[in-house]
T-cell receptor, first 112, second 111 residues
Framework: NAGVTQTPKFQVLKTGQSMTLQCAQD?????MSWYRQDPGMGLRLIHY???????DQGEVPNGYNVSRSTTEDFPLRLLSAAPSQTSVYFCASSQIRGSGYTFGSGTRLTVV | SQQGEEDPQALSIQEGENATMNCSYKTSINNLQWYRQNSGRGLVHLILIRSNEREKHSGRLRVTLDTSKKSSSLLITASRAADTASYFC???????????FGQGTRLTINP
C-alpha cells in the first residue's frame, strides 16, 4: 500500500500564481485533512473532510480551497499565492472517528 | 489559536534516561494523540488516549491524561538515539473529526 501520497514534493511559485497540491490515499479512509507547518508554529489545520462531498474549515483556511469528490483524493488549491503561504504542507487521513492519522511526506512550497 | 501547548519546547538528555513531555489544552476533547516527526519527514502516529482513559502504554511509551487539568504527558523510557525527533500532541474535538496540533517538543538524545 502506498498510504498517503502528496505531489509535488517541492514547488516554487511566483506571487499571484495559483496551483493545486495533490493528495491521494489508497486506504479507503473517510477522514482527510490538510495542515501547514511553519517554524515555531507547529502544524495548523487548513481544511478537513469527513467524507466525499463534505468539507469544513480549520484554523487557517483563508487563501485555500478544497473539494472532496472521491474518497481517495483531497486536493488543496491556492487561489493566488502569497509569500505568507511559504510553508510545508501535509495531508493526512484517518479511517474512522477517534483513530490516529496517517501523514503524507509533505510538499515544500516557496512563494517568491 | 492552537489548542495544545507542549512543554518543554526543547529537551536534551543522555541515552538510556527517561524523557517526559507535557501537553496542555484548552477545550473539552474526544481524544488526545501523540505524534513523532523526524527532521524533514511526515508525522508518525504513536499513541491515542480517549477522554475516559487515564493512562495508556505502548512499548516504551506511557501516556497519561488528566481531563480535570486539561493536560497530558508522554514518557519515553530507556531513550535511544533513534528517539531524537520532534513530538507533538494533538487533540480531537467536534466528535473527533477535527485534529488540532500543539507546537511540539524537540527531543535530542545524546550518545
Amino acid at each position: 500500500n502506498a498510504g498517503v501520497t502528496q505531489t509535488p514534493k517541492f514547488q516554487v511559485l511566483k506571487t499571484g500564481q495559483s496551483m493545486t497540491l495533490q493528495c491521494a490515499q489508497d486506504m479507503n479512509h473517510e477522514y482527510m485533512s490538510w495542515y501547514r507547518q511553519d517554524p515555531g508554529m507547529g502544524l495548523r489545520l487548513i481544511h478537513y473532510s469527513v467524507g466525499a462531498g463534505i468539507t469544513d474549515q480549520g484554523e487557517v483556511p483563508n487563501g485555500y480551497n478544497v473539494s472532496r469528490s472521491t474518497t481517495e483524493d483531497f486536493p488543496l488549491r491556492l487561489l493566488s499565492a502569497a509569500p505568507s503561504q511559504t510553508s510545508v504542507y501535509f495531508c493526512a487521513s484517518s479511517q474512522i472517528r477517534g483513530s490516529g492519522y496517517t501523514f503524507g511526506s509533505g510538499t515544500r512550497l516557496t512563494v517568491v | 489559536s492552537q489548542q495544545g501547548e507542549e512543554d518543554p519546547q526543547a529537551l536534551s538528555i543522555q541515552e538510556g534516561e527517561n524523557a517526559t513531555m507535557n501537553c496542555s489544552y484548552k477545550t473539552s476533547i474526544n481524544n488526545l494523540q501523540w505524534y513523532r516527526q523526524n527532521s524533514g519527514r511526515g508525522l508518525v502516529h504513536l499513541i491515542l488516549i480517549r477522554s475516559n482513559e487515564r493512562e495508556k502504554h505502548s512499548g516504551r511509551l506511557r501516556v497519561t491524561l488528566d481531563t480535570s487539568k486539561k493536560s497530558s504527558s508522554l514518557l519515553i523510557t530507556a531513550s535511544r538515539a533513534a528517539d531524537t525527533a520532534s513530538y507533538f500532541c494533538a487533540t480531537a474535538t467536534q466528535g473527533a473529526q477535527k485534529l488540532v496540533f500543539g507546537q511540539g517538543t524537540r527531543l535530542t538524545i545524546n550518545p
